[in-house]
Nanobody
Framework: QVQLVESGGGSVQAGGSLRLSCAVSGYTYSSVCVGWFRQAPGKEREGVAV????????YYADSVKGRFTISQDNAKNTVYLQMNSLKPEDTAMYYCAADSSAVAAISLRPEDYRYWGQGTQVTVSS
């Protein structure tokens, strides 16, 4: 059973930084995509960034390019999302999700991922 546990959320002022962590366990796929998604109140869940863990390919939503960086530590089975220059519109519940690369195909669409964490709240004040 694949399990994902997020941590690192919190409250920060605009322009500040946060780093989210996603610890992934239980998968047996040779290649996995791990993505970060977010959902603000009243809005649909949207993809933020994804990494394909075997080759290291990454993909970002246009809204976060140049501000957010997704990275991985394979020894710790952990994926990180470094968020810089945060804006109030980045406020949301952030989730990490995973699936085999054959299924997720480095997608930013939430419907392409079967395994989800519980989420961590990020609040950016102006």
């Amino acid at each position: 059973q694949v399990q994902l546990v997020e941590s690192g959320g919190g409250s920060v002022q605009a322009g500040g930084s946060l780093r989210l962590s996603c610890a992934v366990s239980g998968y047996t796929y040779s290649s996995v995509c791990v993505g970060w998604f977010r959902q603000a109140p009243g809005k649909e869940r949207e993809g933020v960034a994804v990494v394909e863990t075997s080759g290291g390919s990454t993909y970002y939503a246009d809204s976060v390019k140049g501000r957010f960086t997704i990275s991985q530590d394979n020894a710790k089975n952990t994926v990180y999302l470094q968020m810089n220059s945060l804006k109030p519109e980045d406020t949301a519940m952030y989730y990490c999700a995973a699936d085999s690369s054959a299924v997720a195909a480095i997608s930013l669409r939430p419907e392409d991922y079967r395994y989800w964490g519980q989420g961590t709240q990020v609040t950016v004040s102006s």
